[in-house]
């Protein structure tokens, strides 16, 4: 595979806000040039996140799947953390649609938040190179998520840290519709 052909590894990873928004722009990009685009979405099930709203808009070119269960409880509408076995069912079922997937002409996949899945245990590090060494070889491939593990970030043709310096979530604010979700 030559330099500039596509098939690169790319990673935006950091405590920063951003990650998600980084790939969703690659993928408006790359649609913008008539490339074949799909978004698997890892727990981020639930809520009505307005990327997703809007893709379905954008282009025939372009296929999302959504895994995980809802993360806000609906009788306090506070967010669930921790790992339950149902998320590790939704994790499996990302995998069979990104094996799918890697079956298909696709320009680019993006994996959102699986850097999140790896760090919660909900998918072993073992499984996740597993899958990028085994991916297409002119597959553009993204991967985004907090904390990006050294293994992940050693086959990376790019990767970008996302820095935190300032975030009003820290001064109470909520997550807002529109601009966080």
Known sequence: MSK???????????????????????AIRALGHGKKVAIVFF???GMNYGER?????????????????????AKTGK????????DKQEVLKALWIINDLFKETLDLLILDEVN???NLGMLGIEELVRLVDNKPPD????LTGREAHPRIL????LVTEM???KHYYYQGVSAREGIEY
């Open 163 to 165: 820095k935190l310096v």
């Open 116 to 118: 999140n899945a790896v």
């Open 4 to 26: 500039t052909s596509l098939g690169k590894i790319h990673v935006y990873t950091g405590y920063g806000k951003g990650k998600t928004t980084a790939a969703l722009g690659l």
């Open 79 to 86: 967010l669930i953390l921790g790992v339950e076995e149902i």
């Open 53 to 73: 709203l809007i893709l379905d808009k954008l282009s025939a070119n372009i296929n999302y799947y959504v895994t995980g269960r809802d993360r806000i409880d």
């Open 43 to 45: 727990d981020k099930g």
């Open 139 to 142: 597959l553009e491939l993204v």
């Open 154 to 157: 050693e086959r990376a043709d």
